[in-house]
């Protein structure tokens, strides 16, 4: 009787110049694994968003944030579901969260945001409240003084934390200022330090109430 063939090893991967084989890469389904086809290393851990007394209401209100429109390619790497969203309000340098996209960030999700709590900076100028630079396009009397936006709802509300109690997680570029874009550890180490202020802020309110302070 005939003998069964032989099964056949899998073929060895493709060599490269240096004669290494060469990875085939992830499965296309992993590959693609952000929201629209993008790579998941584009997906933002996390963004800053910054706001003042004069902004967090309607930021609130809206559940949005913004920021200007040289930002945009920073809030482009924001997924809906997937980035966890911060804001520091600049008047008093404190943190507020936590909250995470509900949208893809994109530009002009509302051309009426802020018009009314803000005044629009100008080309080449800072926004004194904020610091930050404003590059506008022809037009923009029209939009939105902030028009890099992405809406958010709620995860967690703790306390508005001081800048002192999470300073050492971000990175500053200048003395006042930090980058707003956070990786997966300091989006960790944010929450952390806002549970700790959290704590120590109702553990003192308890002590008072419950007349536990200390001679």
């Given amino acids: 009787q005939p003998q069964p063939a032989a099964s056949q090893p899998p073929p060895l ?16 389904e992993l590959a693609a694994a952000a ?12 963004v800053i968003f910054g706001c003042t007394n ?24 924001i997924y809906s579901g997937k980035t966890l969203i911060f804001l520091f309000n600049f008047t008093d340098r404190q943190l507020h969260g936590v909250y995470i996209a509900t949208s893809d960030g994109r530009e002009n999700i509302s051309l009426s945001a802020w018009k009314g709590s803000a005044p629009t900076p100008r080309t080449g100028r800072k926004d004194e409240a904020t610091g930050l630079e404003v590059e506008d396009a022809p037009g923009d009397d ?9 809406t958010f709802q709620l995860v967690e509300e703790f306390a508005p934390t001081p800048e002192a109690e999470f300073k ?7 003395r006042q200022r930090f980058k707003f874009k956070l ?18 802020l109702r553990a003192k309110r308890l002590s008072d109430e419950l007349s ?4």
């Fill in 183 to 200: 990786s997966k550890w300091q989006c960790r180490d944010l929450v952390e330090a806002m549970c700790r202020h959290d704590a120590k």
């Fill in 168 to 174: 050492h997680v971000l990175e500053y570029t200048e």
């Fill in 35 to 46: 929201p629209g086809g993008g790579p998941a290393a584009d997906v933002a851990a996390g």
């Fill in 142 to 150: 029209e939009g939105s003084p902030f028009p890099a936006q992405c």
């Fill in 13 to 28: 991967p493709p060599k490269g110049a240096n004669g290494a084989g060469v990875a085939a890469g992830p499965p296309p």
């Fill in 54 to 77: 004069s902004t967090y209401d309607e930021c609130m209100s809206l559940s949005m944030v913004g920021l200007p429109r040289k930002y945009l390619p920073l809030v482009e790497s």
């Fill in 212 to 215: 536990l302070g200390r001679p």
